[in-house]
């Protein structure tokens, strides 16, 4: 295991820490607000509009996950609702962003049902009315399978220009999972992965996940396929616009994604070239678990949560 990963799985697991949780979800949000929109739904949209005057589109994704009862999982779909009514007619491509555990994934209807599915469906109806896209975002692995298998059903009812999922390179599995998804000419995003997972399903080195994630993205443009590069990876991102010119692939059949707050002027920069650019513009309350993750990704950034929270 590289130190990248060392220090990652170190963050993660200090994160779950109890006390831990306590301590940064007391002091920490002022460091949080780099990587979090805003607590509410109009601060969201806010922030879309503000990025879209320098020609980055949002993604608009309310904070929250591992929701374990039917009516919290409903009221979370209903905001999701809310939202995309609320984005309607505001002058932007309305695109939001769903963790299927959020709205019920974990649980069984007494009629068998899985509430996650009752849940999307009506999310999808009304983003279809209203020519949103809603992206499937990818947790940890022991979701992957069903979300895999939830995403092909939800292709089937409501087409791929309305839904859309993510699937993530440090897993092995990927590249048959990215395959097995080609008869959909699914709309997928592709990400390094940022969760804490261990070495029997996960590569312990970010220079395989780096060559994964490459490979990933050619065979998905190969393919014919939209493919969403979701990375801040420079050397990355340079390969992937070198790749789309020699093989001839129009801007209008990829993407890149970057997360709101993280290299800002790099989004911007890719919007100027003339690439379509979207970042992920997170708001809620519920925002230990991403920003958790986001610290994870980077060690300066421990400094950055420790000084900020010193400042209080
Ligand atoms: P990498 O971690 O190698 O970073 C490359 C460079 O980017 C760093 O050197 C640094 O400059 C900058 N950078 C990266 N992270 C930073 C941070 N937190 N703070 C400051 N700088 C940072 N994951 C997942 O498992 N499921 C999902 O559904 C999604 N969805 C998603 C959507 C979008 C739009 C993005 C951009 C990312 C995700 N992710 C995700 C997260 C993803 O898996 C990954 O953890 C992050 O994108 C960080 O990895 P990079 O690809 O940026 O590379």
Excluded at 27 to 50: H, L, M, N, P
């Amino acid at each position: 295991m590289d130190l990248n990963q060392v220090y990652r799985n170190t963050v993660l697991s200090v994160a779950n820490n109890k006390t831990v949780q306590d301590i940064v979800k007391q002091r920490a949000w002022s460091v949080a607000k780099r990587f979090v929109a805003g607590e509410e739904r109009q601060t969201a949209i806010a922030a879309v509009k503000d990025m879209e005057k320098v020609g980055v589109h949002g993604i608009l994704d309310l904070l929250g996950e591992f929701v374990d009862t039917e009516a919290k999982a409903n009221e979370f779909a209903d905001e999701i609702i809310r939202l995309l009514d609320a984005a309607e007619g505001q002058g932007f491509p309305i695109y939001v962003a769903i963790k299927l555990s959020s709205v019920g994934q974990k649980i069984t209807l007494a009629n068998g049902e899985n509430l996650g599915m009752v849940n999307a469906r009506r999310i999808l109806k009304r983003a279809k009315e209203l020519n949103a896209f809603v992206a499937l975002d990818m947790e940890d692995h022991p979701l992957v399978d069903l979300t895999l298998e939830q995403f092909r059903t939800l292709v089937g009812e409501f087409g791929n220009q309305t839904v859309g999922t993510v699937l993530q390179a440090y897993l092995y599995r990927t590249e048959q999972d990215r395959a097995s998804l080609d008869d959909l000419k699914p709309n997928l995003r592709i990400v390094k992965g940022a969760y804490l997972e261990p070495e029997s399903v996960a590569y312990p080195n970010k220079r395989d996940v780096d060559l994964q994630y490459r490979r990933l993205v050619y065979q998905h443009l190969k393919a014919g396929n939209y493919c969403c590069v979701a990375t801040h990876d420079e050397s990355i991102i340079e390969d992937v616009k070198r790749f789309v010119q020699m093989n001839k692939i129009p801007y209008s059949q990829f993407e890149f994604q970057m997360l709101y707050g993280i290299r800002r002027d790099l989004q911007v920069q890719l919007a100027k070239e003339g690439y379509t650019v979207r970042a992920y513009i997170p708001y809620g309350s519920d925002w230990y678990a991403y920003f958790s993750r986001r610290i994870a990704e980077r060690p300066a950034n421990v400094m950055f949560v420790l000084r900020g929270m010193l400042r209080g």
